[in-house]
Structures are given as structure tokens and as C-alpha cells.
Nanobody, 124 residues
Framework: QVQLAESGGGLVQAGGSLTLSCILS????????MAWFRRAPGEERESVGA???????AYVESVKGRFTISRDNAKNTVYLQMNSLKPEDTAVYYC??????????????????WGQGTQVTVSS
């Protein structure tokens, strides 16, 4: 059974950086598209971005130029490097996985597996 485990969350000042990691176990990492989502207090969960099986990335507009998603197939790990953090980036961040497929990588309904989430708090 596929399981995901995020790590790396914490408290950071505005303008700072943080890197989240997510390890996949119980499956063949290289065949999964991997994504990051987040849920801010009182808000719906939203996409941050994704890296599909072949390394192509996609980001939502609000994080372009600040966040970078990468994957290391040898380590079964996907990363979310976050720079120039803003208070509005405060949220619980989730990683998600789906078997390789064509389709919108930002659509959370297409992801079968989810991590438990890690809190990121950006202070002003």
C-alpha cells in the first residue's frame, strides 16, 4: 500500500525559505506523478504545483518564481523548495501521488494517495 510522509514544516519569517520533503513507500515512485497542495486556515485545499513522472513541472500562478518542485527517484522523494515566503503562504501542506496519467496535474480529485500534511507558518 502506497504511503506518503511529509517533513520539513515549521515557522519562518516572511522573506525566508523552507524546504519540504515527501517520501513515498509501498510503490514504484518513478511511475507516479507527484504534487503539492495546501490548505490555509478557513480555506479550501488548493494546488501548489506538481512534478509528473518525467520531471515536467507545473505551478500555480501565486507561487511561480518562488517555489520549486523536484523529485529524486533514487530516494523516492519529492521536494518543495519555498523561497521569498509570505504570510499568505501559511497553510498545511500536503503531498499527493497518482499513477501516471494524462490530465490536469492541479486537479486534486485525480490523486489517489495523500500524506498527513505538515504545517508551514510564515510570520510577518
Amino acid at each position: 500500500q502506497v504511503q506518503l510522509a511529509e517533513s520539513g514544516g515549521g515557522l519562518v519569517q516572511a522573506g525566508g525559505s523552507l524546504t519540504l520533503s515527501c517520501i513515498l513507500s509501498g510503490g514504484t515512485f518513478s511511475i507516479y506523478d507527484m504534487a503539492w497542495f495546501r490548505r490555509a486556515p478557513g480555506e479550501e485545499r488548493e494546488s501548489v504545483g506538481a512534478v509528473v513522472w518525467n520531471g515536467v513541472t507545473a505551478y500555480v500562478e501565486s507561487v511561480k518564481g518562488r517555489f520549486t518542485i523536484s523529485r529524486d527517484n533514487a530516494k523516492n522523494t519529492v521536494y518543495l523548495q519555498m523561497n521569498s515566503l509570505k504570510p499568505e503562504d501559511t497553510a498545511v501542506y500536503y503531498c499527493a501521488a497518482r499513477p501516471v496519467r494524462v490530465g490536469n496535474p492541479h486537479n486534486e480529485k485525480t490523486y489517489a494517495y495523500w500524506g498527513q500534511g505538515t504545517q508551514v507558518t510564515v510570520s510577518s
